[in-house]
């Protein structure tokens, strides 16, 4: 049965209703799919996000060809961290830049999860919205340590600020994971312009009665409602037979 489940897949970014241009990336392969935030400023945020998806672009065409596994997406943040070292090197304006990473890949019914920084997957399951990644944030540390509550991190002045990004600088730890998947499931990826202003339960609620097309739009609408400070990029899989 697994190995007849395919992930039927829309996507769409929206620059939201404050920023100027949109440094979000989004990539939809014929096995990869992502979500990229890059940060940096201007142009260099913009080429942050936009070499992962050149990696992940890369990865995605070797997989098809049968030359690589479902375990090599596990490597995809190390190179993107080789190419924006690269990048900086050519051009010092760029230090400082870096990106979000929250990739997936279904491979005979099971999903493989490579993430780093505050972009976020979710399953929707039998009516019921799950996290498969966590925040790399110093809010989420202090959610851990019981300071704050999730309802206080919302506002807090520090939200944004991340523990971990690739940045061609450090080395990134990625949380790396792997569920089975069903029949039925939406897998829904998000930059956290989407997160930071629209609840787990109201995601669940926008989508639950559109197809993968229909529910990005519900996204995006749903951010744009709320004001949408910062850029809003949304992926939709569906799992179907």
């Known amino acids: 049965m697994s190995q007849n489940l395919w992930l039927r897949v829309a996507g769409r970014s929206d620059v ?6 949109n440094e979000d990336s ?7 799919i992502l979500v990229a935030d890059g940060m940096g400023g201007h142009a260099a945020g913009e080429l942050a996000s936009s070499t992962a998806v050149a990696v992940a672009a890369r990865f995605d065409n070797l997989y098809t060809n049968n030359k690589e596994t479902a375990d090599s997406i596990s490597n995809i943040p190390k190179q993107i961290t080789l190419e924006i070292k690269s990048a900086i090197s050519k051009d010092q304006n760029r230090s400082g830049m870096g990106t979000t990473l929250s990739a997936c890949l279904m491979q005979n019914g099971n999903l493989k999860i490579v993430h780093v920084g505050d972009s976020r997957i979710y399953l929707i399951r039998k009516q019921q919205i799950s996290l498969l990644t ?26 944004s600020l ?26 829904i990826l998000c930059s956290d312009g989407l997160s930071n202003v629209v609840g787990d339960e109201e995601i669940l609620i926008a989508v639950k009665s559109f ?13 744009l409602e709320s004001g949408a400070p910062d850029n809003v990029t ?7 037979s």
Do not use: C
Not at 16 to 21: A, H, I, P, Q, Y
Not at 163 to 176: F, K, M, R
Not at 234 to 240: H, K, L, M, R, S
């Open 162 to 187: 991340l523990l971990q990004a690739i940045d061609g600088i450090s080395e990134v730890i990625p949380e790396i994971k792997e569920i089975s998947l069903e029949l039925g499931d939406r897998i």
């Open 211 to 223: 197809d993968n097309v229909g529910a990005v739009s519900s996204l995006i609408e749903k951010a």
């Open 234 to 240: 949304v992926v939709v899989a569906d799992v179907v």
């Open 26 to 32: 989004g990539f939809i392969g014929k096995n990869i």
């Open 134 to 159: 966590k925040d790399q944030t110093y809010v989420q540390s202090l959610i851990d340590n019981n300071e704050i509550t999730l309802e206080e991190s919302r506002t807090h002045p520090q939200r």
């Open 16 to 21: 939201g209703l404050v920023r100027e241009n």
